[in-house]
């Protein structure tokens, strides 16, 4: 079974930055469209922003647009959420996927690992 294993949360203060990385055994990593989701207490998932399998393109949720920037790196089966200009409203598990679709059609493929918890504090 695939695995996808997040990493890099932890608590900042407001205005701070933040890397997470996803990284997984999947051999074909390169083929996929992957994507970033997070979950706040008590909310449901909310989409982050996604990358294509060749990492030229990206897209990302009015939310965090300017603030996020999705990269991979295909030789090491490897994806980065670099988050800067954190806002307390930020704080959510983030969790990596695969995914389908662009833009408003990107949907979650498969299960998500456990996840990383982001804090911000004001």
């Known amino acids: 079974q695939v695995q996808l294993v997040e990493s890099g949360g932890g608590l900042v203060q407001a205005g701070g930055s933040l890397r997470l990385r996803c990284t997984t055994s999947k051999r074909t990593f390169y083929m996929d469209t992957m994507a970033w989701f997070r979950r706040a207490p008590g909310k449901e998932g909310e989409f982050v922003g996604a990358?294509?399998?060749?990492?030229?393109?990206?897209y990302y949720a009015d939310i965090v647009k300017d603030r996020f920037t999705i990269s991979r790196d295909n030789a090491n089966n490897t994806m980065y959420l670099e988050m800067n200009s954190l806002k307390p409203e930020d704080t959510a598990v983030y969790h990596c996927?695969?995914?389908?679709?662009?833009?408003?059609?990107?949907?979650?493929?498969?299960?998500w690992g456990q996840g990383t918890q982001v804090t911000v504090s004001s």
């Open positions: 990358i294509t399998p060749s990492g030229a393109s990206t």
């Open positions: 996927s695969r995914a389908t679709g662009w833009m408003n059609q990107i949907r979650s493929v498969g299960s």
